[in-house]
């Protein structure tokens, strides 16, 4: 059976990031990842996506992700781009495409195992993100609707809407961008269970991050106001808001196979439903481990698992490191458990 020190799941930003600090400190580890070629997450995005920094303020470790050709923030594909040369200048090891089916403990290793054959790792880090893991709602009556239902997950272009009414529901980024650009298009109603927050328009993803920082080192009644979760004003979102498309509605209590049913008991028949309501950690390969919460997470000190000390995760939220989840956080928690990682590989048995 293959063996290393350490397997990372995941080849995107996080496990590219922390492949270049174990990389740095010669260490012996491999990168598995589901994907067909690199980009992670990225790969799955929809057609118009956009970052909310410059590229400067949106790299990995070790190099500057390059300015795009075009004017504004890098787009989806120039994120693409960037990660698949990245993996390609520090020569990472990356196995692709393998899928984990299940990690499961070993006398000395973990074992890993995959649609492709078996490893064994001293310690095992959980890189997966949560893009294949979409969250929707259980909303009454959502399995009898004959509309289109898409998660924002698999939402790629707002043509494909043309025509249609269409409930756009979740009042993150997500559901605003996407409520901007398919609203020309549709008979859109965006759905949110409160009244969105926008943040000023001089606000973008540096500022976020570094509010994700000081939120994690703030003390009690000193938390930072504005947040990840709160909507950057993004060209197409300023444009929509100055157009008067971006008002939202509270949530509906039932779907039916024609429409929604609302609060006050009224109707509206619906043509498709772009549910915009996050994602979940994707984790469900650790099941058989026993340390998933009722909550689908891992009790943490630090980036490593409380229960199964050979586990570590990175890159779910800022339960996992401040700003972990984006690709300006990566860097900062990669650099941090590749310390934690090293150390521990020398506090083991041979």
């Not at 001089?202 to 976020?208: I, Q, S, Y």
């Not at 481990?289 to 980036?303: A, C, K, T």
């Not at 570590?312 to 800022?318: N, R, T, V």
């Amino acid at each position: 059976m293959e063996t290393h020190d350490i397997v990372i799941i995941g080849g995107g930003q996080m496990g590219l990031s922390l492949g270049y600090y174990l990389g740095r400190a010669k260490a012996d580890f491999l990168i598995l990842d589901a994907e067909d070629g690199p980009g992670g997450a990225w790969r799955h995005g929809w057609d118009s996506l956009r970052l909310f920094s410059p590229a400067g303020y949106s790299s990995l470790p070790g190099w500057l992700m390059p300015p795009p050709d075009h004017k504004g923030y890098p787009t989806r594909d120039d994120v693409i781009d960037y990660l698949t040369r990245y993996e390609e200048r520090y020569r990472l090891l990356v196995r692709r495409p393998v899928r984990v089916e299940a990690v499961e403990r070993g006398d000395q290793h973990l074992l890993v195992r995959t649609n492709t054959g078996d490893f064994a790792a001293r310690n095992v880090v959980n890189a997966t993100g949560t893009w294949s893991k979409p969250f929707i709602p259980d909303v009454p009556g959502r399995d009898l609707f004959k509309g289109r239902q898409v998660h924002s997950a698999h939402y790629e272009r707002p043509e494909d809407f043309a025509g249609q009414t269409v409930l756009v529901v979740g009042g993150g980024n997500s559901g605003a961008q996407i409520m901007a650009e398919v609203a020309p298009l549709a008979r859109a109603l965006w759905v949110t269970l409160e009244e969105p927050l926008f943040l000023p328009e001089d606000v973008d993803g540096r500022v976020l991050f570094e509010r994700a920082v000081a939120r994690m080192k703030a003390g009690p009644g000193d938390t930072p106001v504005g947040g990840i979760g709160d909507i950057v004003m993004v060209p197409p979102v300023k444009a929509a808001r100055d157009r008067g498309e971006l008002s939202s509605v509270r949530p509906f209590d039932r779907v039916t196979s024609e429409g929604v049913v609302w609060p006050d008991g009224s109707t509206m028949p619906v043509d498709a439903i772009i549910w915009c309501t996050g994602f979940r950690p994707a984790l469900d390969h650790l099941d058989g481990l026993g340390v998933i919460e009722d909550d689908g997470r891992i009790l943490l000190d630090g980036q490593r698992s409380t229960k199964v000390r050979r586990i570590w995760l990175a890159g779910y939220g800022d339960w996992t490191g401040p700003g972990s989840a984006t690709l300006m956080g990566a860097a900062r928690t990669a650099r941090d458990l590749a310390n934690a990682l090293i150390q521990a590989m020398a506090a083991l048995p041979e």
